[in-house]
């Protein structure tokens, strides 16, 4: 069974801190990796993805991404209280045609 | 921005009633999905859709569902008879052919069954 699995939280930071979200998988053939922001009772809101090993940049996030470790990160900067949200992992099996979702992590930040 | 919309925004329903939703996806994508969110819990997949036909479904998507795509704008998940654990959000998802697999959701269908 392929898993996506994500410390689930709530991780607490002050505004303009650095959050860092991890997320492991299971299935060695996931090719391309997501995150989401979830808003409570909103819908997921794609924010950042990466599809080789290293780091992805833009603007405030970073994604991270380590196939051989099968881990995957996402770090934001300057966090905002506007930030606070729960964050989904999200992994694409190989053959593209669906996600496997974490159970996400929650995160506070603290003006 | 293009986005993704879905209609109805609640629905309530009576066990064993057949239930509709619908998802108007991203005028040019041409892969769709449905996934459902059971309250507090993960988000799942249910289904995936291109060329007119089911690409992947998952063990949760049985003889009880089924998806349409029955214009060239609509894409719809039917559940035939519903159960209480059916109560749920239900997100509709779509993505572009080109490029890469980035998937864009719907507000949402949260569907309730009493």
């Known amino acids: 069974q392929k898993e996506v699995e994500q410390n689930s939280g709530p991780l607490s930071v002050p505004e303009g801190a650095i959050a860092s979200l991890n997320c492991t998988y299971s299935?060695?053939?996931?090719?391309?990796f997501f995150w989401y922001r979830q808003y409570s009772g909103k819908s997921p809101e794609l924010i950042m993805f990466?599809?080789?090993?290293g780091d992805k940049e833009d603007g405030r996030f970073t994604a991270q991404l380590n196939k051989a470790s099968q881990y995957v990160s996402l770090l934001i900067r300057d966090s905002q209280p506007s930030d606070s949200a729960t964050y989904l992992c999200?992994?694409?099996?190989?053959?593209?045609?669906?996600?496997?979702f974490g159970t996400g992590t929650s995160l506070t930040v603290i003006p | 921005e293009p986005e993704v919309t879905q209609t109805p925004s609640h629905q309530v329903t009576q066990m064993g009633q057949e239930v509709i939703l619908r998802c108007v996806p991203i005028s040019n994508h041409l892969y769709f999905y449905w996934y459902r969110q059971i309250l507090g819990q993960k988000v799942e997949f249910l289904v995936s859709f291109y060329n007119n036909e089911i690409s992947e479904k998952s063990e949760i998507f049985d003889d009880q569902f089924s998806v349409e795509r029955p214009d060239g704008s609509n894409f719809t998940l039917k559940i035939r008879s519903t159960k209480l654990e059916d109560s749920a959000m239900y997100f509709c998802a779509s993505r572009s052919k080109a490029g890469g697999y980035e998937q864009y959701f719907g507000p949402g269908t949260r569907l309730t069954v009493t």
């Open positions: 299935d060695r053939g996931s090719q391309s």
């Open positions: 990466i599809y080789s090993n």
């Open positions: 999200a992994v694409n099996g190989w053959a593209g045609n669906q996600f496997y």
